[in-house]
């Protein structure tokens, strides 16, 4: 049941296993072993950024395809839910029809960039995508009359996911049963979906296609395979998946704006994430999302807790003041890309394989 629920791609190391199982069942119990609005805010965005990701990691870790454009599906989704929410009337029908357009604009967007620039080498590739993002953010902060230009847009989610709305008037186990519990585990039902989806994906004939690809693209289009049309595909079902988590995105903060979905530093974030976690494999979205959204939240107050205790030390308590946080999540990074060259995922994988060889020898 298990292995066909993942697709026959099991984790295949015992740290892993144990650890995506920590993953799950942490952000399952957020709401009650965390009640705190922070605590909440915080797995959602890792919920929101491991689809993200995942998506990503269809088209670089699984097709070798570099591209710059992809958080512009990600505010397509989100752009579509808060147009369609803030000019009709707020609810499940205004989402469906936001939802509905923004798929059909990455849809035909992605269609339309992976035929005319696939066909170009890949740094080429990685510009045209870059310039097309940048043009989308342009349009997006001046089209104001439609996106709220650089304001934004706020707007209202359908009554029963808004906070005021209670199911219970007293704490269940510690947990306020309300909108905002209710859109939480709408956000962790669509995540746990979406990536069994992508597993399914990946581990079919056509993500087998698409590491032949990766690995040797001459030797794919020899043995019959038409790279750009798999190349085209991938580049499809990716935006698809992204514009899907700017949807969620945007139901969880019921705003959006140029620089929550369209900016470029969450083009970076993806990057850095997927060489953390691991290129090529799904499993690597998740565990990376988790360590970089985990440190990017809560580095700076582990960071406060130290200087307090150095206080008056002359050097170190401002080596780790709580402003230079930014430079110890870059050194961090650092180490991590340095000690797994292949992500944390390829790391506990290999020492897994590894070890019956040694214990041959």
Known sequence: MLKSLLSHDLPRSRW???????IVLGLALTPFIFPSTRALNVAAKILIFIVLVASYDLLLGYTGIVSFAHTMFFGIGAYGIAIASSRMEPGWAAVGVGLGAALLVSLLLSLAIGLFSLRV???????ITL?????FLTLA???SEFTGGEDGLSFKVPVALQPSTEYLEEPFLGAMIDGRFLSYYLLFAATVALVLLMLRIVNSPFGRV???????????????????????LSNVL????????GAMLALWLRYNGPDTSLSFEIM?????????????????A???????????????DLMKVGAAALEGVPVLSQLIAPERWLLWLGVLFVLAVYHFPSGIVGRLRAGLTTSPSKHHD
């Open 16 to 22: 892993l296993a144990g650890l995506l199982i920590l």
């Open 121 to 127: 080498k890949a740094i080429f590739y990685a510009m």
């Open 131 to 135: 310039a097309v993002a940048s043009a």
């Open 141 to 143: 902060s001046q089209l």
């Open 210 to 232: 698409l590491q032949a690809i990766r690995e040797n693209d001459f030797r794919a289009e020899a043995i019959g395979y038409r790279c750009v049309v798999y190349r085209s």
């Open 238 to 245: 990716a935006a698809l998946f992204a514009t899907l988590a």
């Open 268 to 284: 970076l974030d993806l990057l850095l994430i997927l060489v953390i976690g691991g290129m090529g494999t799904i499993y690597g």
């Open 286 to 300: 998740v565990v990376g999302s988790v360590l970089f959204v985990l440190a990017q939240s809560y580095l700076q």
